[in-house]
């Protein structure tokens, strides 16, 4: 885990979170249009570029995509908070992911976050303002029973 012991590792305040989103939002935003690229390619290749231009049907569009999407986000977020509890967005802002019961989370606790996620942010972002009257954790953080830490800056080595 960390030489830190988990317990004396505060929680992030509000801006921190957010600033680790955006990072986040912008690499899943190139993730989405890879998967976009690829569906739009599939179609194309199936129908002919000319079948889909005629139908006036919109390309790569419907159920299918949007679940490929879905599924990109729990495979990004899954990835990397089961493999050491930090995005890449996270890792920029020294926050890590564990669960309450010590260690990673779990695939279900990866699911009920995300959900939870979504859900604190559609209710007007109330799950997110709540870090205001409770720092230590959000909703979809008390949902999933994880806790998001900040770590420690790390030691600056010195020159003889």
Not at 45 to 69: C, K, M, N, V, Y
Request: net charge positive; with cysteine.
């Amino acid at each position: 885990m960390n030489d830190v012991s988990d317990s004396t590792l505060p929680a992030p305040g509000l801006m921190v979170r957010l600033a680790a989103m955006v990072y986040d939002a912008f690499l899943l935003f190139a993730i989405w249009w890879a998967v976009t690229a690829v569906a739009v390619g599939y179609q194309v290749s199936q129908q002919g570029e000319d079948a889909i231009r005629t139908s006036g049907e919109a390309a790569a569009g419907g159920p299918l995509l949007f679940s490929a999407l879905i599924a990109s986000i729990l495979l990004f977020y899954g990835w990397f908070w089961r493999r050491s509890g930090q995005t890449l967005g996270m890792q920029a802002w020294r926050l890590r992911l564990d669960s309450i019961d010590g260690g990673r989370p779990s695939w279900l606790q990866v699911v009920i976050r995300l959900i939870g996620a979504e859900l604190s942010l559609t209710c007007f972002a109330m799950g997110y303002v709540w870090i205001l009257f409770d720092p230590q954790q959000a909703w979809h953080d008390i949902w999933s029973k994880t806790r998001l830490v900040r770590l420690p800056k790390p030691a600056k080595k010195t020159t003889k």
